[in-house]
């Protein structure tokens, strides 16, 4: 059985993969890098049977150790620490691969796309440029260097392209993530439940500028699903890569988008403050306009993250890997978006009417 070394186990986007992995195939033999004793503790209470290495992402040795024993490598702790993947990929290329090679999949983030509107510090309108994995994933492999997360995409392709005889490497880039995750600690995304939680707190909804940006989208257990199917072909050496006639399924056009559907930033705006209203939080379901600086403001990156347009089309893990998403949409979650986000602020049902001094 093949032998995983997972880190960002406890995160949102790792602990869900892993549920997905370890229900799957129970019989892998895992091993998670976690920080301390109480994340480990997290993942143990649920996995008996994994591995614990205490470290984190600056530990080199440990990483490198680690990365050489298995067979798979799946880092989801960080789409941008580059010291850590140079050790991974150390680690692999020392891995004895007299019998198969070891795979790496790479968690990016499709932020990478956003560069068209930073560049041109355009926020708040539509684009048509969308990009694809498939026939136009040349052009995804050879963004802008100063793209997000192009510095680590690169360090992951130039290893699959320098040790091909040892490593078959593959990144995963979702785009906007969404659903309660099944992991062992964090199970909150960030772009709906921050958009959410801003609602809230200003008492009305926010989009930025004209809102007219576009994301495409992904439930976290599709996602997860297209990790496990990685996983699995991997597992049995990555038989599909060889097809005559088939794109690839690692290496350097090995690169995946993540999605099913996407959707307009102002609509879900509209959306969130609908409900918040309709559950008594805010007063009315008025959506207003902010600038990018203040979207910044309000949270990190908020500008980019609902401010520029992100928009890519999963054709290679449908085609090659035969993925089919199935969770529910963006829209459905958005109920519960304000539940959570409501409980973790301590304002329960009612409040609109006590804040403008009603009740």
Not at 43 to 50: C, K, L, Q, T
Not at 67 to 78: E, G, M, P, R, T
Not at 117 to 138: A, C, I, Q, R
Not at 167 to 196: F, M, W
């Amino acid at each position: 059985m093949p032998k995983l070394f997972v880190t960002g186990a406890t995160g949102y986007i790792g602990g869900d993969a892993l549920y997905a992995i370890a229900h799957a195939h129970p019989d892998y033999e895992i091993t998670c890098l976690v920080r301390n004793s109480d994340k480990g503790a997290t993942v143990a209470a649920e996995y008996p049977s994994i591995k614990l290495v205490y470290g984190d992402l600056d530990n080199a040795d440990l990483l490198e150790a680690e990365a050489k024993k298995a067979d798979i490598v799946l880092n989801f702790a960080s789409a941008d620490h580059e010291s850590a993947l140079h050790a991974i990929i150390k680690g692999m290329a020392s891995h004895d691969t007299t019998y198969r090679q070891c795979f790496l999949i790479q968690t990016s983030g499709t932020g990478i796309l956003l560069m068209d509107d930073m560049k041109t510090d355009t926020y708040g309108e539509d684009s048509k440029n969308v990009y694809d994995d498939l026939e136009g994933v040349s052009k995804v492999t050879s963004l802008p260097d100063d793209a997000p997360h192009r510095g680590a995409d690169k360090i992951v392709l130039a290893a699959g392209a320098e040790h091909s005889d040892k490593i078959q490497t593959a990144i995963v880039c979702p785009p906007t993530i969404y659903g309660e995750g099944r992991g062992p600690d964090n199970k909150r995304s960030h772009q709906l439940p921050e958009l959410t939680r801003c609602t809230l707190e200003k008492g009305h909804g926010i989009q930025v500028l004209a809102g007219k940006t576009l994301w495409s989208n992904v439930h976290v257990h599709d996602l997860s699903g297209l990790y496990l199917k990685l996983v699995e072909n991997a597992a049995v050496g990555g038989s599909l890569a060889e097809w005559p006639g088939k794109p690839a399924v690692w290496g350097t056009e090995g690169y995946y988008f993540c999605e099913n559907g996407e959707h307009v930033w102002g609509e879900v705006s509209g959306w969130v403050a609908a409900e918040a209203h309709k559950q008594g939080f805010i007063q009315s379901d008025e959506v207003k306009s902010v600038s990018a600086k203040e979207a910044g403001e309000l949270t990190p990156f908020g500008f980019g993250m609902w401010g520029a347009n992100s928009r890519s089309r999963a054709k290679r893990a449908r085609e090659v890997l035969d993925w089919k998403p199935s969770g529910s949409p963006l829209k459905d979650e958005v109920k519960s978006a304000v539940e959570w986000e409501s409980r973790k602020l301590g304002i329960k049902p009612g409040h609109a009417k006590v804040a403008a001094g009603d009740a």
